[in-house]
Structures are given as structure tokens and as C-alpha cells.
């Protein structure tokens, strides 16, 4: 085991709805925060490789999908397969994810902004 919190940057990508902040980056698996601002959401969109689970930090979720939707509240998760259409809006307030996924990190088939 290597103890890397110290030498890692944090690298923080803006978005439209907010910003996206890469935590960690392994071959194997990504961890990444998102900040999505209040009313604004994700593009429509899937991927073709990643599987991700989110985590919901704060703030509530509008979670659209192509097997349905649903709201997440703080301390609640949701796995969103691959090849799954989905789009994450920040609906009350603002949003903090914990996103965990497998790789690649940028395999987003944009569907819809």
C-alpha cells in the first residue's frame, strides 16, 4: 500500500452547472466530486465503458434515467450502469456528489446540453 493523499493534486475541471473536481485517478477507478449549482443540471447523456455510483453529500438530486427517475436525498446512492441515458439535476439548493467509477473518466456520449 502507497499512502498518496500528499502528493496528489486535486484537479478541478469547470462545467456549465458548476464544477467537477478529479480526487483521485487510478487505472482502475476514478473518484471525483461534482458541484452541481441549484436548478442546473448534467448534459443528457451515457457511457460506453463507465459504470459509476454516486453518492449524494448534499443537497437533493433529480436523478432522469432511461429505467426511470427519482430524487436522492444527503447519504443516499445510486449505481448508473453502463450504456444507461441519465441526467442529474440539483434540485433544491446546491448539489455535492461522490462519484466513483470504473475508467475511462471521459467516455461521455452527450445526448443532449
Known amino acids: 500500500m502507497k499512502k498518496k493523499r500528499n502528493g496528489m493534486k486535486m484537479k478541478k475541471i469547470p462545467k456549465p452547472w ?3 473536481i478529479v480526487h483521485i485517478d487510478e ?3 476514478v473518484m471525483k466530486e461534482l458541484r ?9 447523456h451515457y457511457h460506453t465503458q463507465k459504470k459509476e455510483t454516486l453518492y449524494i453529500s448534499q443537497g437533493v438530486a ?4 432511461s429505467s426511470g427517475g427519482c430524487f436522492l436525498n ?4 445510486i449505481t448508473i450502469p453502463i450504456g444507461a441515458v441519465h441526467r442529474i439535476t440539483a434540485y433544491k439548493g446546491d ?5 466513483v467509477s470504473t475508467q475511462p473518466k471521459d467516455d461521455s456520449v452527450r445526448i443532449k446540453p
Not at 74 to 77: L, M, Q, W
Not at 95 to 99: F, Q
Request: a negative charge; charged letters at 30%.
Open 18 to 20: 458548476g464544477e467537477e
Open 27 to 29: 487505472p482502475e477507478y
Open 36 to 44: 452541481i449549482k441549484s436548478g442546473m443540471h448534467t448534459s443528457l
Open 62 to 65: 433529480k436523478v432522469e434515467s
Open 74 to 77: 444527503k447519504g443516499e446512492i
Open 95 to 99: 448539489l455535492v456528489i461522490i462519484e
